[in-house]
């Protein structure tokens, strides 16, 4: 059975109305159902001449009835988290995160993914969804936005640190930013997302449900189960309870703590332990960094210093930013007279004092990196000092932190941290708690998000275990497409994606030939050959000179250097004499005579570049 549509319009009722004609479930249903093939919609105006117009939305069934999920970051690394959920002419984005540079990205600051595929599809964009505020999940919005502008959705604080973040980028235009709370469902396209209260180590965290025309899918963002945090309510189990009870057609649930067994212990536990340390360091200055995102942390630790008679002192340019935020927008609440500038610390004894600060990743020149080196203009540590390092590495963070820690304890500071006291839990669910997500929201299908394969792999198993079918779970890939129809889901080819460098304000300026140049520049240094010839007299006018840099100490190395200058005189007048006028000859020549001398002497490759001037 074939059924067409006719919808009649006259002019002025605009084509939006059709869309959300089209919109309706029943006409939706039928189109999935097979038996409708074609909407043709009409138009008349009121001069009654009769405009025929087919509506680009009919199209063939096949077509409309697959969901496409494609995660553009996050899958196979930790951090960068971005997914894209298409059905029809409507794409939704979750989240636009960004990532930090490899050891072997020298001297690039951030890495945020490749949106060709959005690029290029921006007027299907319905909209941008938000889960939290960490800058994996929303670091990479401001250069999302210098290329297309999305209405954007996410809870107060999320949009509070966000909006700190886009003062920072000249945008040229106001972006849409639309708060949401915990509970609310807005309606993008053909798409609704519902955002689910969940615990983190941010405050304002939400899962999604997303209804799509073929189901709901259920994205986790980052969450753990804290049945007593320290401030606001245990993630909302019952609401994934009926989710689940409604039927799930597809579960993305993070998987960071995926190889962890049991569960995550409560926020609670290290308020506890917090209290005991400041109970037990009475007589020191506490000076406590920690992630300056975990707003509740930061209010406990407030919260103790008030209760023990300690003045607070906040450092650390993030923190500073991320602690004003919150005050304003009311997630923090600090007694009058407690916060104090740095500059002030000298009027109070130590022992009445907290200093709260950024650097517990060990990041050079944050706050605690300048007091670990003498390098910060307010704050010298000594024996009076108690650091608490309040956080764990983030892996490939380690060294950086233990040098800090070493640092620390040459000044005769007394440090605690998580590998000695109970400073700091994790945000992200252990296996037990993602166990509970799975047996609750019961998906048809399962693909693992947010972590490096291992994770992944192990949230695999753990689906297994608890009897999902394995040909029901998905581990995808940056950039490949999973496409979930009425009959099945499958993999079903790839969009384009990868990472794009950011190295100052350049943004996908810095490609692979510029840094295999710095690294090896970084590595073996660099030898610059600058001469000036004649090229109608076929000789040498002045120099060649040579400048080093990183290669040897030049005071040291006379000889080598004059060796050096000697063989680039010999390459040049060996082209010149035998009548080669080509630049790049010259050079090439240079280069190959002085790289093979200089690796038989000193067994180094640094970098040549000769420069040659005529007259
Ligand atoms: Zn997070
Ligand atoms: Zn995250």
């Given at each position: 059975m074939a059924v067409h549509i006719f919808i009649?319009?006259?002019?002025?009722?605009?084509?939006?109305?059709?869309?959300?004609?089209?919109?309706?479930?029943?006409?939706?249903?039928?189109?999935?159902?097979?038996?409708?093939?074609?909407?043709?919609?009409?138009?008349?105006?009121?001069e009654t001449q009769k405009k025929e117009?087919?509506?680009?939305?009919?199209?063939?069934?096949?077509?409309?009835?697959?969901?496409?999920?494609?995660?553009?970051?996050?899958?196979?690394?930790?951090?960068?988290?971005?997914?894209?959920?298409?059905?029809?002419?409507?794409?939704?984005?979750?989240?636009?995160?960004?990532?930090?540079?490899?050891?072997?990205?020298l001297g690039v600051d951030l890495v945020v993914n490749d949106i060709t595929y959005l690029i290029s599809n921006a007027e299907k964009i319905q909209g941008l969804v938000l889960t939290h505020g960490?800058?994996?999940?929303?670091?990479?919005?401001p250069y999302l936005l210098k290329?297309?502008?999305?209405?954007?959705?996410?809870?107060?604080?999320?949009?509070?640190?966000?909006?700190?973040k886009l003062a920072e980028h000249e945008l040229g235009f106001q972006p849409e930013l639309n708060c949401v709370c915990a509970g609310d469902t807005v309606k993008l396209g053909l798409f609704e997302v519902e955002f689910i209260h969940v615990n983190h180590s941010i405050a304002d965290a939400c899962a999604l449900a997303i209804r799509t025309p073929l189901g709901v899918i259920v994205h986790t963002g980052d969450f753990k189960i804290d049945t007593t945090p320290v401030e606001g309510e245990m993630t909302d189990l019952t609401r994934f309870g009926q989710l689940g009870k409604e039927g799930v057609l597809l579960l993305m649930c993070e998987s960071t703590n995926a190889e962890r067994p049991g569960y995550t212990p409560s926020e609670h536990k290290i308020a506890e332990s917090l209290v005991r340390i400041f109970d037990l360091?009475?007589?020191?200055?506490?000076?406590?960094?920690?992630?300056?995102?975990?707003?509740?942390?930061?209010?406990?630790?407030?919260s103790n210093s008030v209760k023990f008679g300690r003045k607070v002192a906040v450092t650390g340019r993030s923190m500073i930013n991320i602690v004003s935020a919150a005050v304003e927008?009311?997630?923090?609440?600090?007694?009058?007279?407690?916060?104090?500038?740095?500059?002030?610390?000298?009027?109070?004894?130590?022992?009445?004092?907290?200093?709260?600060?950024?650097?517990?990743?060990?990041?050079?020149?944050s706050a605690l990196y300048r007091m670990a080196f003498n390098m910060h203009d307010k704050i010298e540590l000594g024996t009076d000092d108690l650091v608490i390092i309040s956080a764990s590495a983030i892996p490939g963070n380690e060294k950086l932190v233990g040098n800090i820690i070493n640092e620390l304890y040459k000044k005769g500071v007394r440090v605690l941290n998580d590998s000695v006291a109970e400073v700091h839990v994790s945000g992200h669910a252990c296996q037990e708690e993602l166990k509970i997500i799975h047996a609750l929201t019961k998906p048809q299908y399962f693909m693992p998000i947010h972590g490096e394969a291992r994770h992944l792999y192990h949230h695999k198993e753990l689906a297994e275990y608890m009897g999902m079918e394995p040909n029901r779970?998905?581990?995808s890939e940056v950039g490949k497409i999973l496409e979930i129809g009425t009959d099945g889901a499958k993999f079903n080819g790839t969009v384009p994606s990868g990472i794009v460098l950011v190295d100052g304000t350049g943004v996908g300026d810095v490609g692979n030939v510029v840094l295999r140049d710095r690294r090896?520049?970084?590595?073996?240094?660099?030898?610059?050959?600058?001469?000036?010839?004649?090229?109608q007299a076929s000789d040498i006018v002045s120099g060649p000179e040579i400048v080093s840099r990183g290669f040897v100490y030049a005071k040291e190395s006379e000889p080598l250097i004059e060796q050096i200058r000697m063989i680039s005189r010999e390459a040049l007048y060996h082209c010149l004499d035998k009548g080669v006028r080509d630049w790049a000859q010259l050079k090439y020549k240079m280069k190959e005579d002085l790289s093979k001398f200089i690796y038989s002497q000193t067994k180094r490759k640094p970098m040549i570049l000769p420069i040659i001037m005529d007259i």
């Open positions: 009649i319009l006259y002019e002025g009722s605009a084509w939006g109305c059709a869309e959300r004609l089209y919109d309706t479930y029943c006409i939706r249903l039928l189109l999935e159902q097979k038996y409708v093939f074609k909407i043709f919609c009409y138009i008349f105006n009121c117009r087919k509506y680009s939305m009919a199209r063939t069934k096949g077509k409309l009835k697959k969901l496409r999920v494609i995660p553009l970051g996050g899958l196979g690394e930790i951090g960068k988290n971005l997914t894209v959920l298409e059905y029809s002419d409507n794409i939704l984005i979750v989240d636009c995160g960004l990532g930090f540079p490899n050891d072997d990205m960490h800058e994996d999940h929303i670091g990479g919005i290329k297309m502008n999305v209405p954007i959705y996410g809870t107060r604080l999320t949009l509070g640190i966000l909006e700190n360091y009475k007589d020191k200055r506490i000076v406590i960094a920690t992630f300056s995102s975990n707003v509740h942390r930061i209010q406990h630790i407030i927008l009311g997630y923090m609440n600090i007694p009058e007279g407690v916060l104090i500038d740095v500059s002030e610390i000298k009027k109070y004894p130590p022992e009445k004092l907290t200093v709260i600060s950024t650097g517990s990743q060990g990041e050079p020149m779970i998905f581990i090896h520049l970084s590595e073996d240094g660099i030898i610059i050959v600058v001469a000036t010839i004649d090229t």
